[in-house]
């Protein structure tokens, strides 16, 4: 199978084009990044010098945590838009008219959803980092933040785990019947690989470089599987009609 | 993402894995991104998780950007600019006027449009409208039911069944190049199945077809989707786009490049040329049902499927559709439409089926009416006829006759050029008046509902 970058672009493009002009999925963009800047940045004021270290170790773990669930909760709302928004629209038919390819499709929906919710992540990170480094009264907050573990962990496991919540996302709404009902799911069902994460934040498991680059390649290999996962399940014949495909060489491979 | 020439940033590589710089913007992203790293590992050169974690993610980047900005095929030849958009014409005087597609385009003749089964089909070389391939595709429309060989479409005893439900069953036509074929019938007959069938987007229960040229299997619906186009009674658009960025998508899905053209001269043959910044949320219904036409025909495809194309349209929008159709006939290409306006049927299309789940008919109206209706003609008469039996009895031709009011008779007969002349110089020897003789002709709804009221199905709907 040769997957046609021409193609992919195409919906990369429409996608960027219709999302700068969807005022929910701007809206969860932009309210959501904040609403999870708030508590890591009044920690970061509030820490005086004399603070032990544990604690500030702590809050760096439970700024990380929070730094990733953004990645995590945004492209959710807009993989779970993808399918049902387009079923809803009445857009879904035309484009499977088209010589797309399904794994086209699902690649050209991820990028365009991976990109900004990464780029909102590590805008975060920056701004968390900047303002403990400029502001921060105790120096140990930036040296924690600051940790190359850390640092490793947020840069690799933004992007992989919002495709896990892309390919997820994507899942979920290419069976569900309406927007609202996709998004809720969607946002549930990405949240099981940050509990690798509470665990470390909650230090059950210890923090290093080599922890968070195997993590990183178990989510890696989770992402490849779910996009062959979700193209296997994107059946243009269930979106259209909601009913799988009934062929008499459908049913002899089957039995 | 291009430069605005078109230019692509990135090309494969032809030895090799990846992609390489092309032009000066693509040199520049890759001197950045090395720099990036560079930089960066010497900042981290204390701590060497963070300097290789973020040259991967550099490189992550730079990777993505290339595939984003590239995208030529290694294997695939150098890209070659595309024909200029060869049915559609430069910008037509109006919308549906014979000039809107009137110029001849330089393509292949009509009988490119079937390639052998096995043999890989060449998208986009498939236009019909040179005036030889005009010929031909008359030709075959005026001949009567196309043979298979060449057909644009070749459907076989085709089923398709959800679960218990029969949506359409043991369906067989062929379709002729150049052919405007109307799919008739009634709500719940499997019309829209039917074309979601054809159109790859549904596998079928059982049965066999052929969709220009090439088989109906289902590793074969990339190619099918390239060589036709389906326009749904919704045309779909995305109502926060613009008018061009809709076609834009539908020209990059179809492996369009350089469409800027193509879209303009799509949107002029639908009198659209003014409206292309306009958002489609915008648009009334007709506008949209435009849109979709001019998306229907970036493409250039062999085959158009039309399912309700005037559905929700006022009369004169309805026109210009009708308009287009015709253009798109005389240009060769195959149209198949489904409607429930019947006159539109008989205006517009060189042949009808007529479906109800199962397919009740095929054939010209014309045969239809023939096949179905014997062929009469009205009498009418000045004053009642004396003794009708000793009239008409003797007159040659006649088979049989009854009267449909006091001084009007319907005859049965055999051909109406014979038996007219001899009617009337019957009635003139009895001495009557004669006020009419015409040939009473059955419309297209006649037919329709005689097919239908047959059908012990159609009694449940």
Request: charged share 20%; proline share 7%.
């Amino acid at each position: 199978m040769r997957l046609d970058a021409g193609r992919i672009r195409a919906v990369v493009r429409k996608e960027f084009r219709a999302l700068r002009r969807n005022r929910f999925i701007i809206g969860t963009m932009t309210v959501l990044p904040i609403v999870f800047l708030i508590s890591p940045m009044i920690e970061i004021f509030r820490l005086s010098p004399g603070i032990p270290e544990q604690v500030v170790q702590r809050l760096a773990g439970s700024t990380f945590l929070l730094l990733l669930i953004v990645p995590v909760v945004v492209p959710a709302a807009i993989a779970a838009y993808s399918v049902v928004g387009e079923r809803e629209q009445g857009t879904l038919e035309p484009l499977l008219t088209t010589p797309v390819r399904r794994e086209e499709l699902l690649l050209g929906k991820a990028a365009a959803a991976i990109v900004p919710s990464v780029a909102i992540a590590y805008l975060l990170f920056a701004i968390v980092a900047i303002s403990a480094k400029l502001f921060a009264a105790n120096p140990a907050v930036t040296t924690a933040l600051l940790q190359s573990s850390q640092l490793v962990g947020e840069i690799l496991f933004a992007p992989l785990l919002a495709g896990w919540s892309i390919w997820v996302g994507i899942a979920i709404s290419s069976r569900a019947s309406d927007v609202r009902v996709a998004q809720q799911l969607g946002t549930l069902a990405s949240l099981p690989p940050l509990g690798v994460v509470v665990l470390i934040d909650l230090q059950v498991l210890t923090p290093s470089v080599g922890l968070a680059l195997a993590f990183a390649a178990v989510l890696l290999v989770a992402d490849l599987g779910m996009w062959r996962v979700v193209s296997a399940l994107f059946d243009r014949e269930r979106l259209l009609t909601g009913a799988r495909a009934t062929s008499d060489r459908a049913r002899r491979a089957a039995g | 993402m291009q430069s605005t020439g078109g230019v692509r940033w990135f090309t494969r590589r032809q030895i090799g894995f990846g992609f390489r710089p092309a032009t000066w913007q693509g040199w520049l992203i890759t001197v950045v991104a090395v720099g990036l790293a560079v930089v960066l590992l010497i900042l981290f050169r204390s701590s060497r998780g963070i300097g290789i974690g973020a040259v991967v993610v550099i490189l992550a980047a730079y990777v993505g950007v290339g595939a984003l900005l590239g995208g030529v095929p290694r294997t695939a030849p150098a890209p070659a600019p595309d024909p200029p958009a060869r049915r559609l014409p430069p910008p037509p005087a109006s919308f549906g006027s014979p000039a809107s597609f009137g110029s001849p385009p330089a393509a292949a003749a009509a009988t490119s449009l079937g390639p052998s089964a096995t043999s890989p089909p060449a998208p986009y070389t498939t236009s019909v409208a040179t005036p030889a391939a005009r010929e031909a595709a008359t030709a075959a429309r005026s001949a009567g039911p196309p043979s298979a060989e060449g057909a644009a479409l070749i459907v076989d005893h085709l089923t398709k069944r959800f679960g218990e439900r029969t949506a359409f069953e043991d369906v067989s036509f062929t379709v002729a190049p150049g052919e405007v074929f109307g799919f008739l019938g009634p709500n719940g007959a499997g019309k829209t199945t039917t074309v979601r069938t054809l159109g790859t987007l549904i596998a079928p229960t059982s049965g066999t077809a052929v969709v220009a040229g090439i088989p109906l299997l289902p590793e074969n619906g990339t190619e099918i989707r390239k060589r036709i186009s389906i326009m749904p009674e919704n045309p779909g658009l995305y109502l926060r786009l613009t008018v061009v960025e809709n076609l834009e998508l539908f020209a990059g899905l179809y492996g369009l490049h350089h469409s800027g053209p193509r879209i303009e001269a799509a949107l002029e043959a639908v009198n659209l040329g003014a409206r292309g910044r306009d958002l489609c949320g915008s648009l009334s219904k007709g506008l949209r049902q435009r849109v979709g036409l001019a998306r229907a025909l970036l493409s250039d495809p062999a085959v158009m499927f039309l399912d309700e194309p005037t559905s929700g349209l006022d009369p004169v929008a309805a026109r210009e559709v009708h308009d287009l159709i015709n253009d798109l006939r005389k240009r060769g290409v195959t149209v198949f439409l489904t409607t429930h306006r019947l006159e539109e049927a008989e205006r517009l299309c060189d042949r009808v089926a007529i479906l109800n789940t199962r397919l009740r008919s095929v054939g010209r109206t014309e045969e239809l009416r023939e096949n179905l209706f014997s062929r009469a003609l009205a009498v009418e008469t000045a004053a009642p006829l004396a003794s009708p039996d000793g009239v008409f009895d003797a007159a040659t031709g006649v088979e049989s006759w009854r009267a449909s009011g006091d001084a009007s008779y319907v005859l049965n007969v055999t051909d109406p050029r014979v038996a007219a002349p001899a009617v009337t110089r019957a009635l003139v020897a009895a001495g009557a008046d004669v006020l009419s003789i015409v040939e009473s002709r059955h419309s297209l709804e006649d037919v329709y509902l005689e097919l239908i009221d047959e059908d012990p199905e159609a009694a449940g709907r």
